[in-house]
């Protein structure tokens, strides 16, 4: 006997089968998903075959007609009557209970043509009668197409071969006619012997091919595992091409803003001093307006000295202020909350350990999202609420927006790499993946929730800040 192919092991039961060989092996290690799959699989062929065998028994009459045209009216009867019986047995597949016994209830149509096909021997010229032919047929059209058992196909050729000899046997001339009664078992037999062996290797072959299924199944799911793995890190090395470009832009717009800012800051200062601005008011107003300005432009360079003086990646573990990084990425982001109202709440201390180049860009890019569901729902209100909450040496923070909310087929995609709802060009779908790396990294979780129409919330927690230590 071949030995049991390797795939096949897979299949075993947690308790160990007994040592066994052949096709009783198999049977044995073939376990839930190799049944599951092949009851499917019987559901299907079960309904075609007993159709198939529907219209067989009612064509039959042709030959009643043909060879016994007296009985033809009580063999009509007789194979209505099994046709019947098979309809019901087709519609009750469409049914879980059909479902659950399609075995029994395969091997029952199966049977119902024999039983009828012996009567009719029975009736007729028993071992004389022609009619054995139609049980040979059945044994091979059973063995070959039907996806049964090697020890169901067994039992149904001895089943066969047993209501063959009661139906000569019950047939008023009896076994008088040996040799006829001897030819005709032994078809019948060789019959039962090649159906059964048609059913030992389409068994073994549906193993195999489910076997191989299954391999091309778990290959198929290592290269999607993989897939997403490298698309993550793809993402993450353009977030920190990204990154570092901005670190290489703040470097010199530190060196070339800064200076001319300062200068201008100087002379707003010395133009407000002078006697002739004190005496026009629109003169005055407007040096402290260019001066606001000017301080902005402050602002904005001083939180990019941040991406100036730290990588991404470097330090991650420093302390920090997590309300001003997020101040930092209102300000980054302020273009785009223009309009919007953003209101933060915090606890009293807001120290967190970990890397806030990293962290504002993940709150910069939670603004930024917010802020394009603002835009197209076009609520009268806009709003954006920050919120912050210690907990179990945990800082939490939330940002909930009142937009237009994310469909729940989306909801647990919005962190798959290149994932988007925008149009083409508008974003490579990498922000949230990328954020929620970034989060991970620091130990927390990012989550979302949200009602379709109503609003959306990003959550995450970053590890609290012993500054006492």
Known sequence: MTPEPTFLQSFRSPVAPEPATGLLSMTRQAQSP????????????????????????????????????????LFMVARVAIALVTLAIFLALYTAYGHRWVQHLTLLWLALPQIMIAWMIAVTDGVHSIYFVGLQ???????????????????????????????????????NDMGRFMGNSLFILFSAIIGAGCTYFNERARLQLFGLQREVAEKNATLVSTNQALAQIKGHMIQQEKMAALGTLSAGLMHEVNNPVNYSMMALNMALLDPVVGQSADLKESLVDAKEGLARVQNIVSDLKTFAYQKPGEDSSRIFLLEKA??????????????????????????????????????????????????????????????????????????RDNGTGIEPDNLTRVFEPFFTTRGVGQGLG????????????????????????????????????????
């Not at 009851?39 to 016994?68: P, Q, W």
């Not at 990012?446 to 609290?464: C, I, K, R």
């Open 326 to 399: 997020v101040l930092s990425a209102q300000r980054l982001t302020g273009h785009e909350l223009s309009g919007v109202d953003v209101q933060v709440h915090w606890p009293q201390d807001t120290h967190v350990r970990g890397d806030e180049p990293a962290v504002i860009g993940v709150m910069i890019n939670l603004l930024s999202n917010a802020a394009l569901a603002l835009r197209k729902a076009q609520r009268a209100q806009p709003r954006i609420e920050v919120a912050g909450q210690r907990r179990d040496g945990r800082l939490y923070v939330t940002v």
């Open 137 to 175: 047929l059945a044994l091979y059209a059973t063995g070959i197409l039907m996806p049964i058992t090697f020890f169901e196909g067994v039992a149904f050729g001895l089943f066969t071969y047993a209501v063959y000899l009661l139906a000569c046997s019950l047939n008023s001339a009896g076994l």
């Open 34 to 73: 190799y049944h599951r799959e092949l009851g499917e699989f019987r559901v299907a062929y079960s309904k075609a075959g007993s159709i198939t065998s529907l219209v067989l028994v009612l064509l039959g009459a042709g030959l009643d007609l043909a060879v016994y045209p007296d009985r033809f009216g």
């Open 430 to 469: 990498l922000g949230l993946s990328v954020s929620y790396a970034i989060i991970q990294r620091h130990g927390g979780t990012l989550v979302v929730t949200s009602e379709v129409g109503v609003w959306t919330e990003f959550a995450f927690d970053l590890a609290v800040a012993d500054i006492a230590a």
